[in-house]
């Protein structure tokens, strides 16, 4: 497997920039996040599984700032050499199966400067299922977690529990931000969960705008 991750990672990173290079960008709600940096407030961002490959490159040029959690598993080896091969400060663990050493190592990276990105839907699913762990981190740390997202003018969608999208060569691409949901350090259980469902409605919304952006349901 590390032979295979070894070979397939270079050739997903290629594959990936270069189409990513035809891309027209559009952006919205990008003021969102500029705002939270000039605050100087460090985020948690929160993205969909099946929407993360374009966003990887999206971020290129200051992938210093980043600190992606990726899973344990051997697609998480694969996806873990592609960020780092950008540059991205990679986190292997999960945010949901004994998350305590991920969080803390994330939640330390949020004190250096880092912005953790995590799955907002997991390593296996359920599709569109906010997982608990960046509400948790921003329990744990007080940092809010910004939903971010994306969409395409024409891609394909594979077959894969996520719904992967990729992009066609010179289509259109959307990344578009909602508004950050913050847990506060002394929230109980029950205020927990329902950040955790604010925050999954607002990734929710978000996409469904992000899908219709160019007029028609992609």
């Not at 290079?21 to 000039?38: A, F, P, S």
């Not at 880092?114 to 699913?125: E, H, M, N, T, W």
């Not at 007080?142 to 529990?161: D, E």
């Amino acid at each position: 497997m590390f032979f295979n991750s070894y070979v397939a990672a270079p050739l997903v990173f290629a594959i990936l920039y270069l189409l990513s290079m035809t891309l027209r960008l559009h952006e919205e709600g990008k003021d969102i996040e500029q705002r939270l940096l000039d605050e100087g407030k460090s985020c948690v961002l929160t993205l969909w599984h099946g929407r993360l490959p374009y966003l990887a490159y999206y971020y290129r040029k200051t992938p210093e700032r980043f600190m992606p959690l990726a899973s344990p598993s051997a697609d998480g080896e694969i996806v873990s050499r592609v960020l780092a091969m950008f540059g991205y400060r990679v986190v292997r663990g999960s945010s949901y199966k004994n998350p305590a050493p991920s969080l803390l190592t994330l939640a330390r990276g949020l004190k250096a400067g880092y912005a953790p990105v995590l799955i907002a839907d997991g390593s296996r699913g359920p599709l569109y299922k906010l997982q608990p762990g960046s509400m948790s981190l921003s329990k744990l740390t007080g940092a809010p977690a910004l939903p971010i997202t994306v969409s395409f003018s024409r891609h394909w969608t594979l077959g894969t529990w996520d719904r992967l999208m990729v992009p066609k060569p010179f289509s259109k691409v959307v990344v578009v931000y909602g508004e950050p949901v913050y847990a506060s350090r002394d929230c109980g259980e029950e205020e927990l969960e329902q950040k955790r469902l604010e925050m999954e409605a607002r990734l929710l919304s978000i996409t469904k705008r992000a899908d219709s952006y160019f007029g028609e349901a992609v």
